[in-house]
């Protein structure tokens, strides 16, 4: 094992962090699980985590202090925290600006203030979707280039991490992971919640969308958890190396052309059309189609038709492996695991109610936001 750590991890219950916490448990490092709402640790396969070496903290990155006490804060920050790994943000899309700001932007900056006030080194949980609508090859140095961001959960995000690096600047010691689209588990398939494109999949699978706006060479990158999860906790262990970088955590990019052919070797689904978005007209789509158009698809689309390429040369550099790069052989390992889980297609009778087969009832329209989630992208 490397030098034992002591690391805080906010939004320890998340997809990712759950994830994050678990590995930086097992691996022998005393681990603070800043919590939420959610206030169980759950895996991505749905278990509970091994809570050996993991203290959970009910904490709210909104506040200043996180809202802990001035006593416990000071015990916090005077404790000897080697590293904060935040993940805690609102990844979902369509809420109120105000709740990226305070959740995304603020959450930064308190979590920035604890770094300062801890001295521990800080690894921030990005996006690559911060390079908004930019085409071509993304770097991992770049952030903000003037691009034009498709959404405020990507506004807050580069604002959040511009902070990060502001911080930097004045000598905070820190690095940033940028994953794309975090999607199930590299070899199962296996995904705790149906998210982002997950929601689009259901929609267009079952038909509720037939044509929606893109381009067949437009390029969505999915990334499994597993993968953006071995990466944060790399970054975290070898942070001596990693300071001052930033790392993109990125998978097998997709063309909707591989998309459309996937999906086509399923008897049961429904192909959507793509149309080029200067000829797409929402007015013209059946009135239920348009509905859901109208409150789920308008939050994805600009990821229908982006076509930029991730590099991740400093990932590389750092001897993390790669992602699967077998893009639709991928595909069709989430898709099996949301046909086996009932996600997709009938559920059947065997299968007992997860939190995942929950979130089935959201991709029906119901609420203005529908579980929209980061990335098209996040
Ligand atoms: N999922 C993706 O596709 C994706 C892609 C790229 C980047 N990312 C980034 O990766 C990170 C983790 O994402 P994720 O998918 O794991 O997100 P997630 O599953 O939505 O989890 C978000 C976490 O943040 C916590 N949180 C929310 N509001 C909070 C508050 N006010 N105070 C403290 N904690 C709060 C949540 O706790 P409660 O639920 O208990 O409130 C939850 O544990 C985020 O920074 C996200 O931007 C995600």
Partial sequence: MTQRLKVLVTGASGLVGSEVTARLAAAGHEVTAMVHRARELVRNDGTPLDLTGVTCLPGDVTRPRFGLSEDAYRALAGSGLDRIVHCAAITDFGRPEEDYQSVNVDGTAHTVELARDSGAGLVHVGTAYVCGERDGVIREPELDQGQRLANAYEASKLRAETLVHKAQADGMRAAVVRPSIVVGDEHTGVVRDYKNIYVILKLTTEGKSRSLPGLYEARLDLVPVDYVADVITRVTERFDEAEGRTFHAVGAPLTLRDFSDVMAEYPSFHVPRFVPPTSFDAERLPTRERRYYGRIVTLY??????????????????????????????????????????????????????????????????????????????
Avoid at 304 to 324: E, K, V
Avoid at 339 to 346: D, E, N
Avoid at 348 to 358: E, Q, S
């Fill in 301 to 378: 689309e600009s990821y229908f038709r982006r076509r930029m390429t991730f590099d991740d040369s400093h990932t590389a550099a750092l001897g993390i492996r790669s992602a699967p790069q077998n893009g639709p052989e991928f595909l069709r390992k989430l898709i099996d695991h949301c046909l086996h889980s009932g996600y997709l297609g009938a559920l059947p009778a065997a299968v007992t109610k997860t939190p995942a087969a929950t979130n089935t009832a959201e991709a029906d329209a119901t609420g203005p936001a529908a579980n929209g989630t980061d990335g098209g992208g996040r």
